[in-house]
């Protein structure tokens, strides 16, 4: 006789979903993680698909929709690099979400660097900004720019290029009225996205500036090079 016994798949979802809001909410909320980056991914897309959106879990766990999707990010990484995420070789969700954002090609070699300690947080991001405005070189040069632009105390800032047909020239011209001409180590523009290499005296006068006017630096760069500065 065939055996009829009814099953709880209402009960066992919500016991799961129950479960993906606790692991989320105990491994968001403190500085020692007991899982890795890709497990905290699987417990929020598993809440997502039960509360149906995004925006409902971050409202619950008390995180903001963006945050999560760093988190979610990790599906965009490569098997490999994936695995390195999977054993915390790489840990960091700022990084995984930044490696994620480059090219397949590109992502195991800057997994590589971040295990070797060649690069931090703050160097991916960089090599993402070089990336913008270099999109012919290779990853491997792009990181060694980076890593001697550290060596040598050199500090990227990007910003917005107004579209009035301004050229190279008359740009660095205006940002030197920001940060000092003989500080300007290179200004690179891939179309209108800019990024300026300035030394540690001209990230200083850029700071100091941006701070007396109550703007972000990035605002300061962008209001220079459209010539109105406050």
């Given amino acids: ?126 090599v993402l900004d070089l990336r913008r405005t270099a999109r012919d070189a290779g990853v491997a040069s792009l990181i060694q720019r980076i890593e001697e632009s550290r060596n040598v105390k050199e500090y990227l800032a990007e910003f917005l290029v107004p579209s009035d047909g301004l050229d190279a020239e008359s740009l660095r011209v205006r940002l030197a009225e920001v940060v000092g001409a003989d500080n300007v180590r290179s200004l690179t523009l891939q179309g209108r996205v800019g990024v300026l290499a300035m030394d540690p005296e001209g990230r200083r006068r850029l700071a100091k500036a941006a701070r007396q006017r109550g703007l972000t630096k990035r605002e300061l760069l962008e209001a220079a090079v459209a010539g109105v500065i406050p």
Avoid: C, W
Avoid at 21 to 29: E, G, K, L
């Fill in 1 to 126: 006789m065939q055996n009829d016994r009814p099953t709880d798949d209402t009960g066992k979802d919500e016991a799961e979903f129950e479960e993906a809001i606790a692991a989320i909410i105990a491994n968001t909320r403190r500085v020692r993680r007991r899982l890795d980056l890709v497990g905290i991914a699987e417990y929020i897309a598993k809440a997502r698909e039960h509360l149906g959106s995004l925006a409902a879990v971050a409202d619950m766990v008390g995180l903001s929709e963006q945050m999560l999707r760093d988190f979610l990010s990790v599906g965009r990484l490569v098997p490999e690099v994936r695995r390195l995420v999977e054993q915390r070789r790489v840990d960091a969700v700022d990084v995984a979400m930044r490696i994620s954002r480059m090219p397949e090609e590109d992502q195991r070699a800057l997994a590589e660097a971040v295990m070797q300690r060649r690069l931090d947080a703050d160097d991916v991001r960089a």
